[in-house]
């Protein structure tokens, strides 16, 4: 079966704007969160879906937000980027059940 | 407050031999689980083996092995008869419910190198 897709790959972005990163599960799967990997701060949470409602939320400020659709695909938005946003930003899903979280290869996110 | 240290940063292994990465850990939630993940180069974590913290013997999963000492808080990896393909930053990881991806947090992660 398919894997968790993650788009766009690459992204550059200038300060100010918004970004949309998008994440698809694997089928099946409910669960969708988001992390965060910079070489300052290491891997960190920044919020979880299941069935479309958010379970939990990471310490980062509103400018990050994100959503779950009725497919389980989710998307993750940044508004007023800023350079220390420069990240890779990694979607991983679950079944709820099991163990196992199944991360995307991420996107890198680049503002300049 | 969930909180894990890896206090190995890098390690170079000889090819086929067995090694060991650090992981302690601090929670005072009563029921967590214990994640070690791969990421190579490309980017993608790779789940590589789980531990529950009422699990009562420890995990393998082929060459992978979990040394789980809950009175030491310690959840070290153990990767047998190295290959060059291991090559690769390692996490260790608890979320404090065990069911998956739930509010992960990572260590700061240990790079391996095989040396052929």
């Known amino acids: 079966k398919a894997g968790v897709t993650q788009t766009p790959r690459y992204l550059i972005k200038t300060r100010g704007q918004q970004v949309t990163l998008s994440c698809s599960p694997i089928s099946g799967h409910r669960s969708v969160s988001w992390y965060q990997q910079t070489p300052g701060q290491g891997l960190q949470f920044l919020f979880e879906?299941?069935?479309?409602?958010?379970?939990n939320k990471g310490n980062f400020p509103g400018r990050f937000s994100g959503r779950q659709f009725s497919n389980s695909r989710s998307e993750m938005n940044v508004s007023t980027l800023e350079l220390g946003d420069s990240a890779l930003y990694l979607c991983?899903?679950?079944?709820?059940?099991?163990?196992?979280?199944?991360f995307g290869q991420g996107t890198r996110l680049t503002v300049v | 407050a969930q909180k894990i240290t890896q206090t190995q940063p890098g390690m170079f292994v000889q090819e086929k031999e067995a090694v060991t990465l650090d992981c302690t850990y601090d929670t005072s939630d009563p029921s967590y689980g214990l994640f070690w993940y791969k990421q190579p180069s490309s980017g993608e974590m790779i789940f590589l083996i789980y531990?529950?913290?009422?699990?009562?013997q420890n995990a393998t999963e082929g060459r992978y092995s979990l040394n789980f000492q809950k009175a030491r808080k310690s959840a070290n990896l153990v990767i047998s008869a190295s290959q060059l393909g291991d090559s690769a930053m390692y996490f260790c990881?608890?979320?404090?419910?065990?069911?998956?991806?739930?509010?992960?947090?990572f260590g700061t992660g240990t790079r391996l190198t095989i040396i052929p």
């Open positions: 991983a899903s679950a079944d709820g059940m099991n163990t196992e979280a199944f």
């Open positions: 879906y299941f069935s479309e409602t958010q379970r």
């Open positions: 531990q529950g913290s009422y699990d009562q």
């Open positions: 990881a608890m979320s404090p419910v065990g069911f998956g991806n739930e509010k992960l947090t």
